[in-house]
């Protein structure tokens, strides 16, 4: 599926030849709810006579943020729908709060799956906030319209296809700081949308070797650099957390390192991806129960989140030099699994116990975050789909962090300016000392199978893998990376793409 094609327009935009029109819709607590339509909309609200908001009011509008109320102009400007999507409450400043934006134009641009050519009067201030509120309106447009191709054998009657043309009304529309915005966006979405399929993609489609492959041809095409690990290397060079996950599997485990070197830095500030790659997770020999266990196909989200970001990286060219590792396995049972009591010698040297083969990322995640410190790296961001108690402590839509205070303030940063939030967790002493182990450096999990705050425990143990000195950080995104319930903002069923415009927020921070 394409992308939908983005043009800048600055003619009245009452006049615009388009299918329908996306305006802006506020309430104004101070008037009794009444509602206001946003900045962008005013010609439309002229063309109607001063009746655009009561006949809004009439169809159920409320200005909620989100809501979404379509209304037939019936010739009184040229497109013949309008979808006015609540902002909520009038805002203070200049603009709205951009992640409100994001999600309601992700809304109204769901709702017009059907209409080819759509234009979005929405309200773009005209001073220094307009890029970053462009930005926000464009990334909602773009990951709202996505949907995930399938495997079905005959087309969905009455299914419609996203919107293909997208017309964005702003003052001058040859501004160039705005059209920087719109190659931008084009380049996020479209590494955002790859990684969303590779998340949606079944998991016999999608095995480690198949994954390695994914990223290698779509790195090689924007000059990422390209190195893969195969299984024999893996043994070979002493990853034997990736190797003991990786080999109860008849798909032998990967390491995929892509790098980006920028031009014409001397010396750069060098930062490492890391990414979980479990192309599925049974659990292994400590087996997860079968319901839901299907869900574990996305158990690759934060391997895919670092491939986009690097693919990313490489068109946008920020002066920061950034590696990715994504650790790629498929956690399966079989007679040559890994299991319980194991002890693994991983590739930093540690020795680690195993007392549960479905706590697995860490064992990959381990390897790959000692090979990065190992290759050299100022910071660390390493993201995994680790734990289910991050699901359960923090929802779905909100992060865990874990990690040293430089990195983590900056993924608190990145995350709240583009939407992904994460909140940053403690790693406490208690935890690593209920990780001690009689006969190795470490446990896996806690001695005693002890669940409680086991979010916490993943970063305690991943810590061991970071050399002194690494600014590095653990996001665990779990709840976040996939959504399951009905589609909302710029979410649709499926993998989300966090935690990529983090990573790639923190890279435009650092440089
Ligand atoms: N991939 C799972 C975590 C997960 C759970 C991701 C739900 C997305 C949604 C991970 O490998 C896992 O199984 N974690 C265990 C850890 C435990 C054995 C210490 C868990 O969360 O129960
Ligand atoms: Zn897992
Ligand atoms: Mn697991």
Sequence with gaps: MTLPSLSLVDSD???????????????????????????????????????????????????????????????????????????????????????????????????????????????????????????????????????FAGYKTKPQKGRRDPVAALQISIADAGDEAATAELRRAEVVARSVRLARDWVNMPPNELRPANLADLVTAAATEVGLEVEVLDFEQLKAGGYGGIVAVGQGSEAPPRLVKLTYTPEGVAEPKRVALVGKGITFDTGGVSIKPAAGMWEMKSDMAGAAAVAAALLAIAQLKPGVAVSGYLAIAENMPS????????????????????????????????????????????????????????????????????????????????????????????????????????????????????????????????????????????IDIAGPSYHTGEATGYWTKGGTGVPIRTLLQIVDDLA
């Excluded at 300016?417 to 940053?424: D, F, K, M, S």
Aim: aromatic share 4%; charged share 20%.
């Design 13 to 147: 935009p009452a006049e615009l030849a388009v299918d329908a029109i996306v305006i802006g819709l506020h309430s104004q607590p101070d008037q009794g709810g009444a509602l206001l339509p946003a900045a962008g909309a005013e010609s439309i609200a002229a063309a109607f006579d001063g009746k655009l908001t009561s006949t809004l009011a009439l169809l159920g509008a409320t200005g909620a943020p989100g809501e979404v109320t379509k209304l037939a102009t019936l010739g009184t400007i040229s497109a013949p729908l309008i979808v006015a999507v609540g902002l909520g409450d009038e805002p203070s400043g200049s603009a709205p709060d951009r992640e409100t934006l994001r999600r309601g134009t992700g809304a109204a641009v769901r709702a017009l799956a059907g209409s080819p050519a759509v234009a979005l009067a929405l309200p773009l201030p005209d001073d220094e906030d307009a890029p970053t509120v462009l930005r926000a309106v464009l990334e909602g447009a773009l990951l709202g319209s996505y949907r």
């Design 335 to 474: 007679g040559s699994a890994y299991r319980p009591g194991d002890v693994i010698t991983m590739f930093n040297g540690k020795r680690v116990e195993v007392f549960n083969t479905d706590a697995e990322g860490r064992m990959v995640l381990g390897d790959a975050m000692a090979r990065a410190c190992a290759d050299g790296t100022d910071y660390l961001f390493e993201a995994s789909t680790l734990t289910g108690g991050q699901v359960i402590s923090l929802g779905k839509r909100i992060s865990g962090l874990m990690g040293s205070d430089e990195a983590t303030a900056l993924v608190e940063t990145a995350g709240a300016t583009v939407g992904e939030p994460a909140w940053r967790m403690p790693l406490p002493d208690d935890v690593r000392k209920g990780m001690e182990s009689e006969i190795a450096d470490i446990c896996q999990t806690n001695a005693n199978l002890d669940r409680a705050g086991h979010m916490l425990q993943g970063g305690v143990f991943l810590r061991e893998f970071v050399s002194e000195g690494v600014e590095w950080a653990h």
